[in-house]
């Protein structure tokens, strides 16, 4: 299938390292941020999510930390493997829940993630 | 269980041509959500209903695109008078309950206007 990988910025890690994927937002307002993997010719599929009000979530094999002071969010993939090639992206909301508008995620450019043996 | 679907899955069309797009929810889910992903970008928000309830269009990118979802399940994007910059990926997605809820997305409909 076609790759959703060009012109992304890619990361390249040995299988059984550790991966850091970082991404930074803009949006001050955000206070809920969810990350993706997204596959070749495959809709995003959640990853792990994080609330504002919380600055660490651990989940299986995977963290996200925020820093809301910089703006910024990261996911850590602990001992990686083959099967976590993928694209990632992180996409962030203006509230939690609906009303008013800002009711979709705003998604950023993305990450390759590529595993080599 | 069956998870969102969408069809068609590719879809070529002339420019000028109107198209449409469907997406199935995941049954019992109230929301859903319409999202285009052009070429090594990410997704990028269209639209959102609430059971049959449009309650969100603000990224439709003009008034050729339009969506509906008449009896609160299966949803269809309609694209008019289809122009080249219209080519990309449609992602449909649905969440259980309101826009806090975990979104599942389908397979995407990959349009290429010609």
């Known amino acids: 299938g076609e790759s959703v990988g060009l012109h992304l910025p890619t990361l390249s890690v040995q299988e059984g390292d550790n991966s850091i994927i970082n991404c930074a937002y803009s949006?001050?307002?955000?206070?809920?941020f969810i990350w993706y993997k997204q596959e070749s010719g495959k809709g995003p599929q959640f990853i792990i999510d994080i609330r504002s009000n919380m600055d660490k979530r651990q989940g299986q094999r995977v963290t996200v930390l925020l820093n809301k002071t910089v703006k910024h969010l990261s996911l850590q993939i602990a001992a990686t493997q083959p099967g976590d090639s993928a694209v990632y992206f992180c996409a962030e909301k203006e509230r939690m829940y609906s009303g008013g508008g800002a009711d979709g995620l705003t998604f950023g450019k993305g990450t390759h993630l590529i595993i080599q043996p | 269980g069956a998870g969102v679907s969408q069809s068609p899955r590719y879809k070529v069309a002339k420019r000028g041509q109107d198209v449409a797009l469907r997406c199935d929810p995941i049954s019992g889910h109230v929301s859903l959500f319409w999202y285009q992903q052009a070429l090594g970008q990410g997704p990028e928000f269209l639209t959102y209903?609430?059971?049959?309830?449009?309650?969100?269009k603000s990224g439709l990118p003009s008034d050729r695109f339009f969506a509906e979802r008449p009896e609160g399940s299966v949803s269809t994007l309609k694209i008019q008078r289809t122009q080249q910059e219209d080519s990309a990926v449609y992602l449909c997605a649905s969440s259980l309950i309101g826009t806090g809820s975990e979104q599942f997305f389908g397979p995407g409909t990959r349009l290429t206007v010609l």
């Open positions: 209903f609430q059971n049959e309830a449009q309650l969100d």
């Open positions: 949006n001050s307002a955000s206070d809920y």
